[in-house]
T-cell receptor
Framework: QQQVKQSPQSLIVQKGGISIINCAYENTAFDYFPWYQQFPGKGPALLIAIRPDVSEKKEGRFTISFNKSAKQFSLHIMDSQPGDSATYFCAASNRGNKLVFGAGTILRVKS | DGGITQSPKYLFRKEGQNVTLSCEQNLNHDAMYWYRQDPGQGLRLIYYSQIVNDFQKGDIAEGYSVSREKKESFPLTVTSAQKNPTAFYLC???????????FGQGTRLTVV
């Protein structure tokens, strides 16, 4: 009930391509879905977050798509750049439940 | 500068020793968390605290202890009972459960 399943485990994309990372959750009470970006040796930092009252949120080259009925959400990175190479974590929570993280996706953007 | 400060950045421990990792925040956040990260794995929750003088076990609390005597501070002790302590430890804080969590830069603990 508390799990968030993230895929793929790793991803290689050509520079300029689209990177897509998917997450699925089980707890229908979750109402906050953030994505975190982590560079080697650093702590994760919030990239973008969505709440279930919208189906899509875009910030620059980063977009979250949210499908409430399927209990899935995904991160799209448009025009992927080598500087986007990092580990990405999805997560979910609500007022009464702490953040639950996915296992992470290691993204490598080839120049 | 507001944020979360973890210290030290690197820590070496001899087998059988207890060590304490420091986490301080000046964001006035009520909730604080400790996570463990192993290579190729996600973030596993060790302990969390929603308020001063109260804390709860996370998913992997065995071999760890915490205290929350001040709002700003949430130190983690890795005890000798933790059989595999070598890992990257991350501290985080947030206003509440469903708001942005801010992470520190981590402490890399190695058993020698």
């Amino acid at each position: 009930q508390q799990q968030v399943k993230q895929s793929p485990q790793s991803l290689i994309v050509q520079k300029g391509g689209i990177s897509i990372i998917n997450c699925a959750y089980e707890n229908t009470a979750f109402d906050y879905f953030p994505w975190y970006q982590q560079f080697p040796g650093k702590g994760p930092a919030l990239l973008i977050a969505i709440r279930p009252d919208v189906s899509e949120k875009k910030e620059g080259r980063f977009t979250i798509s949210f499908n409430k009925s399927a209990k899935q959400f995904s991160l799209h990175i448009m025009d992927s750049q080598p500087g986007d190479s990092a580990t990405y974590f999805c997560a979910a929570s609500n007022r009464g439940n702490k953040l639950v993280f996915g296992a992470g996706t290691i993204l490598r953007v080839k120049s | 500068d507001g944020g979360i400060t973890q210290s030290p950045k690197y820590l070496f421990r001899k087998e059988g020793q207890n060590v304490t990792l420091s986490c301080e925040q000046n964001l006035n956040h009520d909730a604080m968390y400790w996570y463990r990260q192993d290579p190729g794995q996600g973030l596993r929750l060790i302990y969390y605290s929603q308020i001063v003088n109260d804390f709860q076990k996370g998913d992997i609390a065995e071999g760890y202890s915490v205290s929350r005597e001040k709002k700003e501070s949430f130190p983690l002790t890795v005890t000798s009972a933790q059989k595999n302590p070598t890992a990257f430890y991350l501290c985080a804080s947030s206003i509440g459960f469903n708001t942005e969590a801010f992470f520190g830069q981590g402490t890399r603990l190695t058993v020698v």
